[in-house]
């Protein structure tokens, strides 16, 4: 058994000569081309897949190799998945040269054989070179430029892997970092066998999700949570910049922006513990790629307010002046355009390849103190329970039983408030569901309140805009109709939820 440690990046047909120039830079130990063809295997009902196995035969130099893949870790493209190879003799798979520990408990080999057949393909050109970096690391540089086929679709592949040979895993980041340096190269979670598994099946797109809570146990340290908070944002982030590179779905923006708040969460919940200065820059890169993406809730308000189909201002005979200049500040707004070169700069692949570093190498662990490094250790639950009492706390200091909130005073909560829902992201499935869902949803609701707190608040900005004295007084006595409603409602929400026992202790 080997271990596949590989950096994957997706990169335009233009890269290839970038790419040469960069490498010419190292000391190169091998170099040529290959033409590679890959078939890859699994049951009718995807057995395999559902295992998170990949079995394929490759064929090159009229050699045969079948490759069987276990699942493994995928974190911010950082490829580490176990794998097993076999020479053949022809294009036959043979079960028997995969070790039995290779298969998941109690798995039926026999039965799996007698239902395998080809389910895609992908044929590519490999550059392939083999350089050496000054700390000794050997790393395997490939090029690749081809095709995934099923179903007689296709879709293009252009990536560079970059695998580990030998040496540490950290000179994978610092020979990535010098290759992202001038953009045009994105960190790719996809593998070509994922990207067959999708054409095989029909896919027409994966859909924009909610933040989920961490999949956690009270058996974990609280290292451990920290670490799988840490995955489980990153994976929240490049599921979503992948929705957003095939169709810039506005919803799969707002969802890459939640990943980066819960991440910049993260490390303030555990920042009593993981010390601060060894995040230092890996922070202030999340807060300035999050001041990239604020302009996300003004284009959110003014898409709902000028919909067609939407009732907002249907009543307002000032409405279509108003939606004119809705249009006119959402023009001055960034397009799809200017967030696909975001995605594909230096500065935003630099920020993930240093945040996945740092979490694939605990690079905190050397700051710890005895205290801390015996904390991390503990059980989760013990800390959860007081980050939970610490947040909520936190909260009911601004926002207090008794108090009557104005408009103003909730949108300022704003933050506090996502915050102390991010933080119950992390420990919430270490407690009763029912009990959790029931105390968490209504805050939610609330934070839906003042997102459309947030809308009217937009429109009170045009209101001196309105050249006609009557539609201004229209549009005020309508604003104030609405604010008031609207604060009402969330009075009552809020009313309601502080009667509600918390979930943790």
């Known amino acids: ?63 045969h190799i079948q490759t069987l893949k276990t699942a493994g870790r995928v974190v911010a493209g950082l490829h580490q998945r176990p794998e097993y190879n076999a020479e053949l003799s022809g294009n036959t798979l043979d079960l028997s040269l995969i070790p039995a520990q290779a298969w998941p408990e ?16 992908t044929n590519f050109s490999r550059q392939q070179w083999l350089v050496a970096l000054n700390d000794g690391a050997q790393i395997e540089i ?9 179903n007689e679709q296709t879709d293009d592949i252009c990536e560079v892997e970059l695998e580990l040979k030998s040496g540490q895993a950290d000179a994978l980041f610092t020979l990535a970092r010098e290759l992202c340096a001038d953009g045009g190269i994105r960190l790719g ?54 929705i957003y590179f095939e169709r810039q779905s506005p919803n799969a923006l707002k969802q890459i922006r939640v990943a980066i708040q819960f991440i910049m969460q993260i490390l303030s919940v555990f920042g009593a513990l993981v010390p601060k200065r ?30 067609d189909k939407g009732h907002t201002l249907r009543k307002l005979d000032a409405r279509k002046s108003l939606v004119k200049q809705l249009k006119k500040r959402r023009e001055r707004l960034p397009e799809a355009d200017d967030m696909l070169a975001l995605f594909q700069s230096a500065r935003y692949c ?14 905190w662990q050397p700051m710890l103190d005895e205290k801390s490094k015996d904390k991390l250790v ?9 980050c939970l009492s610490y947040s909520w706390q936190e909260l009911m200091d601004v926002l207090p039983i008794d108090s009557q909130l104005s408009a103003e005073d909730y949108i300022g909560l704003y933050t506090k408030l996502s915050r102390n829902l991010l933080t119950g992201m992390c420990f919430g499935k270490l407690y009763d569901e029912e009990v959790c869902d ?41 604003l104030s109709r609405k604010q008031s409603s609207l604060l009402s409602a969330m009075q009552q929400t809020r009313d309601n939820s502080l009667t509600l026992d918390a979930y943790w202790p």
């Open 350 to 363: 630099s920020l993930l390849l240093d945040l996945s570093r740092w979490i694939i190498s605990r690079g």
């Open 106 to 121: 109690h798995f039926d080999v026999a039965a799996l054989n007698a239902e395998l057949h080809p389910l895609f393909s």
């Open 142 to 150: 490939a090029f690749d430029q081809g095709q995934v086929l099923a």
């Open 278 to 307: 060894g995040s230092a820059v890996i922070r202030q890169e999340l807060k300035w790629l999050r001041g990239e993406l604020n302009w996300l809730d003004e284009a959110n308000s003014i898409e709902i307010l000028t919909e």
């Open 378 to 386: 503990e059980p989760v639950k013990e800390f959860a329970d007081q």
């Open 189 to 242: 979670n996809l593998s070509k066998a994922a990207r067959g598994y999708r054409l095989a099946s029909g896919y027409q797109g994966d859909p924009v999700r909610s933040l989920s809570l961490v999949d956690i146990t009270d058996t974990d340290s609280v290292e451990q949570v920290f670490v799988k908070s840490l995955d489980h944002a990153l994976a929240h982030w490049h599921y979503h910049e992948q």
């Open 438 to 478: 029931s105390f968490r949803l209504p805050w939610y609701d609330l934070l839906q309140g003042i997102e459309d707190l947030q809308q009217l608040a937009l429109i009170g900005k045009l209101l001196d805009k309105q050249p006609d004295p009557e539609d201004r007084e229209q549009i005020s006595k309508w």
């Open 1 to 63: 058994m080997e271990t596949e440690i590989e950096l994957k990046f997706f990169v335009s047909a233009q890269f290839s000569q970038y790419l040469t120039s960069k490498i010419e830079q190292y000391k190169v130990l091998q170099q040529g081309v290959r033409e590679l063809g890959n078939t890859y295997y699994d049951t009718p009902t995807n057995q395999l897949r559902q295992h998170d196995i990949g079995l394929r035969i490759r064929r090159f130099d009229d050699v």
